[in-house]
Every structure is written in C-alpha cells, then in structure tokens.
C-alpha cells in the first residue's frame, strides 16, 4: 500500500517562486504542487497539501507551534508521516518546540526549507522536499517508520530537530547537529542511522501536550556586561533564563554578577546554563567560573542548544513552579534533547 504524507506549509523561503510577469518573488501555491512538480508523481507516496497564509518564520511564535501540534493531532490517523515546511530562520525553534509537545510519536514528523526560493532554477528546496517526503513515508523491514521523532532535513542530512541550528545566512548546508549525530545521510541512497534514532520505548497512545509557558528569557553574556544590564535582564519579569555562557559553561566571578545572578534564583527564577560555543557541552566542575555558578543553583543544560533549552523551560514551566521539580526536569533528557 502506498504511505501517505500530510504537506503542511507554513511560509518561508522555499514557499515562494517568481511571478511570470512581474519577476518578483511572490508565494508559491502549494495547493498546485503537482503541476509545478510533476515528478512528485514518481514517489510512491500519496500526497495531501494543507497550506497556511505564508509567514516568514521570523513572525513564528508559540501559537504557530500549537496550531502545528492540533494539525498532526487532528491528522494523525490519516497518514504515515507528516512534513512541515518552514521558514529557516527558526525552524530550529519550531521543531525543537514540537519535540516536548508530541508524546508518544511512531510516526514521522519533517521539518524542512530552503536557502534558495523552489521557483528559482539552482534551488535547494526541490531536493529538500522531495527527500523530507521519502524520508516521512519510509518505513522499516517490520512496517514501522524508520524515523519516528520530530527531524529536520536540509542539506542530505537528517537531524534531530532538538539538536540543530541554524549555522549559515549563506551556506545551502544551513543547518548543524554538532553534538548529535545525523539520523540519516543521503548520498545515492538515503542511509539511515538506526543506533541514533530514537524509538518510542512503549506504545503508548499519541498525544500533544500545548501548554507552553512564554515568561522565558535568553541572556547572553559578554565581556563588557554591566551589572544595572544584568539585573534588568534579569528582572524582565522571566520565570526561566537560558544564561548563554562561555566555553565549558563559565561566567565572570565577579561579585555583583554572582549576586544578581542568586538573587534572580533565590525569587524563583530557573537558570539553565548552556554554552556560546557552537559544540562541546556545558561542565561546572572544570574551572572556578563554572562551579561558582553551579554553587548558587545554576542548573547545566550540558549539550543542549539553545534552542532546545528555550523550548524545554517553556514546556516544563508551563506544567510546574516549584523551582527543584523544575531542576529535575530540567536535567532530565525528555526527547532525546540532550546527552544522557
Ligand atoms: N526569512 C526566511 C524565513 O525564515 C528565511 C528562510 O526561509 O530561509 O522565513
């Protein structure tokens, strides 16, 4: 039987084409997908096209995020994996955000986008695309999908969505996993990475979980930070900071920092530590400056992104305030987000 995939499309770069008679880049209609494509007909893959108004994906916001998760909800028994097209900018945040929102997931759910607008003749969309539905509709030798976890495609490389970001403005690679290793890499043939793919541990029945609680803030530090900054970062009315730090998750020892920064934990406020670095993980034992910050109730986010820490403290403040069942959860790897 063929497998069949929900298309939804919610903007960006990929979404648009140049308009005949004006030249300009204007919103490409989905809906005629197959016209524009025809060799989509080749996939052994049905097909079903839900459009949204385009946004560029810098507008995205948790409400799209929500809408997303009620879409593959509500079409969740209809087909055999989903692929959500998406502007680059934050994709990784979307789907970093639909990977605590999607529980018990045993099917496929894509992300993917482009550098180069799907009209224009060297884009990288149409390979995009088309491998994110092979890789939506694949399944294994026993019938089950092959990538049952929320995935982001660009590139002939599949990630774990909650392990990316976006690397490049440039780059038609865009997209990095530095601390996870691809789910899949596509060459001739699309080789899947089975050792990293996550399963479901038991069946349990799918479901999604919306609440997501907004009062977040990243704060990042530089040199030059000065403590009135600090503080008024600190004081923004956030229940979660991501601290975004330096190296091996280090910080100024400074008095007035190190006091701010209690002060902020003592009220109430979960900081979780994750490092500027673009790989390597986030260790407080090492040099001063981390266990400093380890000492006053700062939580490590090891290796996770920023992304993903944003996404994590939005779903876990969403659904608890007391500040210590906050920092177990935190620690916790939920959906693969971080190392064990
Ligand atoms: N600004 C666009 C967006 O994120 C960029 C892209 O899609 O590549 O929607």
Redesign the pocket.
Known sequence: MKSSVLLIYT????GMHTDPHSGALVPFDFNHIYEEFPSLRRLDVEIEVLPFEP????NASPELWVRLAEIIRENYDRFDGFVVL??????SYTSSALSFMLNNLTKPVVFT???IPIGVLRTDGRENLITAIEIAAAKDSKGRAEVPEVSLYFQNRLFRANRTTKQSAEELS?FVSNNYPPLAEVGVSIQYNRNHIRRPKREGAFGIDTALCEDVAIVKIFPGLNERVFRAMLSSGARGVVLETYGAGNAPTKEWFIGALREAIESGISVVNVTQCSDGEVNMDIYETGVALQQIGVISGRDMTTEAATAKLMHILAHESNPKRIATLLKKSICGEMGQ
């Open positions: 903007g960006g770069t990929i946004i560029d994906s810098s998406h502007g680059t900018d934050t994709m986008g482009s550098q865009a």
